[in-house]
């Protein structure tokens, strides 16, 4: 899987359908949905980035993903809840070992939309993505130790909890204790027969 495959697939990444979510290419005019969320302190408290200060610098951000849509370096899904066309979050890939053939995805959420089950659907979209269409071996995904929802979310998908990294990131300025999860393909498979 080298830089030219990703370019392949990621350059026009492809759409992804769950029973509530459209899993699509971010724009431009999503900037209002997404400051929703990524302006809020408790939205950020567990991720590496601070909160955007105002709507303007979320529309920013959103046109400089477009550049790397278009290069293949960008591997994120904006979540859309279908019922109302709205995004309420993102999901994707974070990062990917060729060598190993193994990937790491990240997420974030709408607090509007959290206990619904709905990064679940998106999580295991992702996980189906990347062990069918990509040929992954593995998947991870490292969250902060103080992240309870969020390891949830990773469990309830049917990741394992492999442990901890005792302050293996310097976040804002402080040492963070990484949870680490994961899936291989041989489990997802055992339940998705069609992968076997």
């Not at 950020?44 to 477009?66: A, G, I, K, S």
């Not at 053939?101 to 990064?119: A, C, H, K, R, T």
């Amino acid at each position: 899987m080298n830089k030219h495959y990703l370019y392949n697939i990621f350059s026009k990444i492809p759409i992804l359908e769950t029973n509530r979510l459209t899993l699509r290419r971010m724009k431009a005019t999503d900037a209002g949905d997404m400051f929703e969320y990524a302006s809020r302190a408790d939205v950020t408290q567990y991720l590496t980035w601070n909160p955007h200060p105002d709507v303007d610098y979320t529309r920013e951000y959103l046109t400089q993903v477009q550049k790397q849509y278009e290069n293949g370096e960008f591997y994120d899904w904006a979540v859309i809840l279908r019922d109302e066309m709205k995004m309420i979050g993102s999901c994707g890939f974070t990062s990917f070992d060729d060598d190993n053939s193994s990937g790491e995805i990240g997420y974030v959420l709408n607090p509007d939309f959290w206990g619904q089950g709905l990064m679940s659907e998106a999580v295991t979209a992702v996980l189906g993505f990347g062990f069918e269409r990509l040929g992954l071996h593995r998947i991870e995904a490292k969250v902060m130790l103080e992240n309870v929802r969020s390891r949830r979310v990773l469990e309830k998908c049917g990741m394992t909890y492999e442990g901890t990294h005792r302050d293996a990131m310097l976040v804002k300025g402080e040492f963070r204790t990484i949870s680490v999860c994961a899936m291989l393909r041989e489990e997802f498979a055992a339940n998705n027969p069609a992968l076997k």
